[in-house]
Nanobody, 126 residues
Framework: QVPLVESGGGPVQTGGSLRLSCEGS????????MAWFRQGLGNEREFVAV????????YYRRSVEGRFTISREDAKNTIYLQMNSLKPDDTGVYFC???????????????????WGQGTDVSVST
């Protein structure tokens, strides 16, 4: 059973918007840091955004600040990524991931995350 299931990806033109969702399955992720990563063709997986348990802290990669918003709805065991003003460089497979909160900082590297979804494809055309 896949622990996290992403949805909401698809083709979009430059300047458009998409809202990605990631629903937890089989366990509750309310005490986890939840993050979005993305991977373009031929590139390494890169950090996009993270949200702490309860949503009090968020952090973004610089290139998406002001355009993307991460949020969580714990009653639905779901996180979201609202993506506005999309650019071709935002193209890639978007993955959500979960890392248990330890009180020792909020990670932004893939190796720190224990649970992953299978990804949803985002394609931004010019």
């Amino acid at each position: 059973q896949v622990p996290l299931v992403e949805s909401g990806g698809g083709p979009v033109q430059t300047g458009g918007s998409l809202r990605l969702s990631c629903e937890g399955s089989g366990r509750t992720f309310t005490t986890y840091n939840m993050a979005w990563f993305r991977q373009g063709l031929g590139n390494e997986r890169e950090f996009v955004a993270v949200i702490s348990p309860g949503g009090s802290f968020t952090y973004y990669r610089r290139s998406v600040e002001g355009r993307f918003t991460i949020s969580r709805e714990d009653a639905k065991n779901t996180i979201y990524l609202q993506m506005n003003s999309l650019k071709p460089d935002d193209t890639g497979v978007y993955f959500c991931a979960a890392s248990p909160a330890t009180g020792r900082g909020i990670p932004s590297t893939p190796k720190s995350y224990n649970y992953w979804g299978q990804g949803t494809d985002v394609s931004v055309s010019t």
